[in-house]
């Protein structure tokens, strides 16, 4: 299915704030001395603090499963997989206007672990593969609201028709998760353990090698997961993984995190509707 996307197929600069930045007027500016100026240049150099919650952390997270971000050629196989980049913009402009905050995994974990405080109503806008589109149309919308997207990236899709190193550089810096799935997208229950850990472990090292980021979480290929592969996402040491099972994430099945998939056709008011089911 992916395959044949990608063959027909030819970041936002930042996510919703989840705290406020700290900080003072630098010393030589406010014209302290002493303990004065000290005390204004640690706060000016302090971290900002998290907000953390109060009380329970554990309310679900829809997660948005998007695959292509383009218009479905009439020869096309699957036309589901393929959104317009005009349905696309709809619907996170009419999430936005709904009072929907984008935010990433990495975020949403923060908030189940610790308690760090997430927008009152976030969303994780999450896209698989590593396509062309990814970069040419969902990043300017991603962009102009202000949301950060998750991309699930499959590494053999990198600079093979799909997305450029560049591209994915460009997402990192507009304040895009990347996170891995896999090195050529295998079925996972078929594979014999070696095989398991290098798509795995070596997919999760690679990214981090090339792009520099955490990789924290892991998206399962088609969908396909047993208790085997669950395991091998556990000891490769991943947070959490993403299946194709439809519903919101929840804290308590971190390793099979449901999303809502969006089709072509859904439009703005049926990834409402779906987000209200």
Not at 70 to 83: E, H, I, K, Q
Not at 226 to 241: D, K, L, M
Request: proline share 6%; aromatic share 6%; hydrophobic share 40%.
């Amino acid at each position: 299915m992916r395959r044949t996307a990608l063959a027909l197929a030819a970041l936002v600069a930042t996510g919703a704030a989840v705290v406020g930045c700290g900080g003072g007027e630098d010393a030589s500016r406010a014209g302290g001395r002493g303990t004065a100026a000290s005390s204004a240049r640690a706060g000016a150099d302090a971290p900002a603090r998290p907000a953390l919650v109060t009380g329970r952390h554990d309310r679900p997270v829809p997660i948005l499963m998007y695959h292509v971000i383009n218009r479905a050629p009439a020869s096309s196989p699957y036309p589901d997989l393929w959104v317009s980049a005009q349905d696309f913009e709809d619907q996170m402009r009419a999430l936005a206007r709904a009072g929907y905050h984008g935010v990433t995994l990495d975020q949403v974990d923060a908030y189940w672990r610790r308690g760090v405080a997430l927008p009152a109503k976030p969303v994780v806008v999450s896209f698989d593969d590593g396509y062309l589109s990814h970069y040419t149309k969902a990043l300017p919308v991603l962009r102009s609201v202000r949301w950060p997207g998750v991309l699930n990236l499959e590494l053999n899709n990198v600079g093979r028709g799909g997305i450029s190193a560049r591209m994915v550089r460009a997402l990192i810096a507009a304040g895009w998760e990347i996170d891995s799935h896999t090195i050529d997208h295998p079925d996972l229950t078929t594979l014999a353990p070696d095989r398991l850990r290098h798509e795995l472990v070596d997919s999760r090292a690679e990214i981090r090698r090339r792009f520099g980021v955490p990789a924290n979480f892991f998206c399962y290929p088609s969908g396909r997961f047993n208790a085997t592969v669950v395991a091998a996402v556990r000891a490769a040491g991943y947070r959490g993984a993403t299946t194709t099972d439809s519903g919101l994430g929840r804290p308590g099945s971190p390793f099979t995190l449901r999303r809502i998939r969006v089709n072509a056709g859904d439009g703005a008011d049926g990834l409402l509707r779906k987000l209200a089911s």
